[in-house]
């Protein structure tokens, strides 16, 4: 063992989807390396993520994205102090093939294993960028699977605020850009035609407003509606007004989480925090209300496992180590 082994370097790996990823993380906030694999082009052409496709998938490259990532850190399986892999929520298949890939590893190494929750890990997302965030946060996850608030008190202290009761956001723009013929997946093309549009082209529903939930049906349910009665209707104005609303949603119940909580810094994690127009409003707002914004970089928002060997450090610190006959939790909650 080298000397590197007290600096506490925890390997994190993530499958719980279409991405294989492996991250070596020291400390809980420096990322010595993070490789993510990204199989959209694989699942393209069906216009969504094929689970068993996803799996076997998982299975040709996590060895190599390990050996990539322990590679790129400069570290040895002997200098770990921990194997961390995301264990739910996400598809069965997928996170199998991360969770035994990890225990594996950790047994071989002669480390603790650590199964981390995929919410939570893109709520501490933003503690590898920043580690001085003042709690409590306001975090909005936004992925393709998932759209909540969630009100982080502690480590490992999580209230839900509210979710979605039907599309998630990520779903949502999936789906009105596949109506729209743009491709998958949907969100990065809404977001780069939207810059060509005028949001305030079309008035969209923004769904229940006095609401802590989130909805999206309605709204995809609107643009298709309105695709279908204006044939001829300008496609940049229809992506730029979609984004719109759902902007205005994400962002209208954060801020209400927030003010109910009394947080000083909104947080988001999860593929849609990417989207530039919801990057520009969670600035606008958090500096017009005297709140800290902390938006982490694109590609430490989208699934990554430098998240979970982030999440995994704090967790051994306050949990401990994860038995090694514990499995994957296909609809694990936060909290
Ligand atoms: O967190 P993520 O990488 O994977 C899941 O856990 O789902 O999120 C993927 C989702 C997809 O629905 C994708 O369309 C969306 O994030 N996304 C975006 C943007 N980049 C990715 N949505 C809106 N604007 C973007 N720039
Ligand atoms: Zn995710």
């Known amino acids: 063992m080298t000397a590197l082994s007290t600096e506490n370097h925890i390997l994190g790996l993530e499958t719980s989807c279409d991405e294989t990823a492996a991250a070596v993380v020291a400390g809980g906030t420096t990322i010595l390396s993070s490789v993510v694999s990204s199989q959209v082009d694989l699942h393209a052409r069906f216009?969504?993520?094929v689970p068993e496709i996803a799996s076997r998938a998982h299975v040709e490259l996590i060895g190599p994205v390990v050996a990539d990532a322990l590679g790129e850190a400069g570290v040895e399986l002997g200098?770990?102090?921990?194997?961390?892999?995301?264990?739910?929520?996400?598809?069965?298949?997928?996170?199998?093939?991360?969770?035994?890939?990890?225990?594996?590893?950790?047994?071989?190494?002669?480390?603790?294993?650590?199964?981390?929750?995929?919410?939570?890990?893109h709520c501490y997302a933003a503690w590898l960028d920043q580690p001085d965030l003042e709690l409590p946060l306001a975090v909005l996850v936004v992925s393709g699977g998932h759209t909540l608030v969630v009100i982080m008190e502690g480590h490992g202290r999580y209230?839900?605020?509210?979710?979605?009761?039907?599309?998630?956001a990520g779903e949502a723009f999936d789906k009105v850009a596949r109506h729209l013929g743009l491709g998958y997946p949907g969100g990065p093309l809404i977001d780069a035609l939207a810059q060509e549009g005028d949001p305030e082209a079309i008035k969209f529903p923004r769904a229940m407003p006095s609401e802590p939930d989130f909805s999206f049906s309605g709204l995809k349910t609107a643009v298709v509606v309105h695709v279908a009665r204006s044939p001829g209707a300008n496609v940049a104005d229809v992506a730029a007004s979609f984004q719109a609303a759902v902007v205005d949603q994400l962002v209208d119940k954060l801020v209400r989480a927030a003010d109910e909580a009394g947080a000083p810094t909104l947080v988001l994690g999860g593929g849609v925090a990417a989207n530039s127009a919801l990057r520009a409003r969670v600035e606008a707002v958090a500096a017009a209300s005297g709140r800290r914004a902390f938006l982490p970089p694109p590609e430490l928002c989208t699934d990554n496992a430098a998240m979970i060997a982030a999440t995994a450090w704090w967790q051994l610190q306050t949990n401990g180590p994860?038995?090694?006959?514990?499995?994957?939790?296909?609809?694990?909650?936060l909290a």
């Open 47 to 49: 216009g969504g993520v």
């Open 79 to 121: 200098d770990l102090t921990a194997v961390a892999a995301c264990r739910g929520p996400g598809l069965a298949g997928a996170l199998l093939v991360g969770v035994s890939a990890a225990k594996a590893l950790a047994l071989v190494a002669d480390v603790p294993y650590v199964g981390v929750n995929h919410l939570e890990a």
């Open 159 to 168: 209230r839900v605020m509210g979710q979605t009761v039907d599309d998630a």
């Open 322 to 333: 994860t038995p090694l006959d514990s499995g994957v939790e296909p609809s694990l909650a």
